[in-house]
């Protein structure tokens, strides 16, 4: 088994922005991305035994401005994509207490090492 949400912040980590787990306990310095594991299930097995897990994660992009919400979200689909992640979607999320919201979901496959 894989730890995906490690893998996405693996990724994260090479943007120059606050990144955090699953949701920002705070707002006062943004921007900020937050990543969690949305599913992850076996995408192959051999033997019985799983040797390739596939995960979901979705990162969210915190802003002040749509302009600058929209461009972390482009960068932050290119260092996922850097990461070996599959951009499945994205979609501006409602304005709520004068912050902007982005929504991304990506997809990946990891051999587990430990099966080969």
């Excluded at 306990?25 to 900020?32: D, G, H, I, T, W």
Aim: with cysteine; aromatic share 12%.
């Amino acid at each position: 088994m894989v730890d995906f949400n490690a893998e996405a912040e693996k990724a994260l980590s090479a943007l120059p922005y606050t990144v955090c787990f699953y949701y920002p306990e705070r707002f006062n310095k943004l921007p900020v991305i937050s990543f969690y594991n949305l599913s992850e299930r076996g995408a192959f097995a051999c033997d019985d035994t799983e040797t390739v897990s596939r995960g979901w994660v979705q990162t969210d992009v915190w802003a002040k401005e749509p302009a600058e919400c929209g461009r972390i979200a482009a960068e932050t689909a290119e260092a996922m994509a850097a990461g070996g992640w599959i951009r499945e979607m994205s979609m501006d999320m409602p304005k709520t207490n004068g912050i902007y919201h982005r929504t991304l979901r990506f997809v990946k496959d990891c051999i587990n090492n430990n099966n080969i």
